[in-house]
């Protein structure tokens, strides 16, 4: 599964709790980031065109 926010793959399963927690926070830094960005670019993520064109 990719997110649509970041472009991350969120498919392969995590092998220990070390692993989920580093993936959890690359993930989390990776949407903080793309939501900046798309701030920055004056496009409302909420209005649906930043899920689609990035």
Known sequence: MICQFCQQDVSEPCHDTQDMRR???SHVDRCEK???DDLSDGINPSDGQ???SI
């Open 34 to 36: 793309a939501l900046k």
């Open 50 to 52: 930043s899920a689609g």
């Open 23 to 25: 993936r959890a926070m």
